[in-house]
């Protein structure tokens, strides 16, 4: 069974700051991954979607990484805003599992 | 173009009741996924359909059910309520199975 951990659980940062997200998978057949954005009470903004066979992607100022052997996957934030508050999740689809596997969040405090 | 729209935002029920939840996808989608989230489980899987067929199904008893329609549109069913479902409801579309998932703002469903 499909287990994805996120690290840390909360993260605070000056204005500024580059930063790096953590989330890991146990089981490395993959689909693809995808990293989430939710604001309080709301639903969730698709930021990035890894494809498997992809090492990484870009969009604005967010970079995100995949490790397939080591079960890894990093989302880098440059030059963080308060906006960029929020809770961040990672999310997997496994090749044998039509579903996303979600860790369970990191939420992020950027202070101005 | 239009996001993935669910109805109604919020909603209260009593327990012993029933609610049904709607989601329409973005236009041209045909896999629809819906999740439930709760602050201690975090996000969990109940089900998702694709061409109006139930392709996969999550942990979750028979009282929670639902349904695709020809034009994608699906809903989500929930029987005799219990307190423990108070949570919010997201859906989910995709184009194609297993890729990328563009969520709703979701149902906010409180059982008192």
């Known amino acids: 069974k499909q287990e994805v951990t996120q690290i840390p659980a909360a993260l605070s940062v000056p204005e500024g700051e580059n930063l790096v997200l953590n989330c890991s998978f146990t089981?490395?057949?993959?689909?693809?991954l995808q990293w989430f954005r939710q604001d309080p009470g709301k639903g969730l903004t698709s930021l990035l979607l890894?494809?498997?066979?992809?090492r990484e992607q870009t969009s604005g100022r967010l970079n995100a990484s995949l490790d397939k052997s080591s079960g890894r996957s990093t989302l880098y934030i440059a030059a963080s805003q308060p906006g960029d508050s929020a809770t961040y999740l990672c999310?997997?689809?496994?090749?044998?599992?039509?579903?996303?596997?979600f860790g369970s969040g990191t939420q992020l405090t950027v202070l101005p | 173009k239009a996001g993935v729209t669910q109805t109604p935002r919020y909603l209260i029920k009593t327990r012993g009741q029933q609610v049904t939840l709607s989601c329409s996808p973005i236009?041209?989608?045909?896999?629809v996924s819906w999740y439930q989230q709760t602050p201690g489980q975090g996000l969990q899987f109940l089900f998702e359909?694709?061409?109006?067929?139930?392709?996969n199904k999550g942990n979750f008893p028979g009282r929670f059910s639902g349904r695709q329609f020809s034009n994608s549109r699906s809903e989500m069913n929930v029987s005799t309520l219990e307190l423990g479902d108070s949570a919010l409801y997201l859906c989910?579309?995709?184009?194609?199975?297993?890729?990328?998932?563009?969520f709703g703002q979701g149902t906010r469903l409180t059982v008192v």
């Open positions: 989910a579309s995709s184009l194609a199975e297993m890729a990328e998932a563009f």
């Open positions: 089981d490395s057949a993959i689909y693809n």
């Open positions: 890894i494809q498997s066979s992809q």
């Open positions: 999310a997997v689809i496994s090749g044998s599992a039509r579903q996303l596997t």
């Open positions: 236009s041209g989608h045909r896999s």
């Open positions: 359909y694709f061409s109006e067929t139930q392709r």
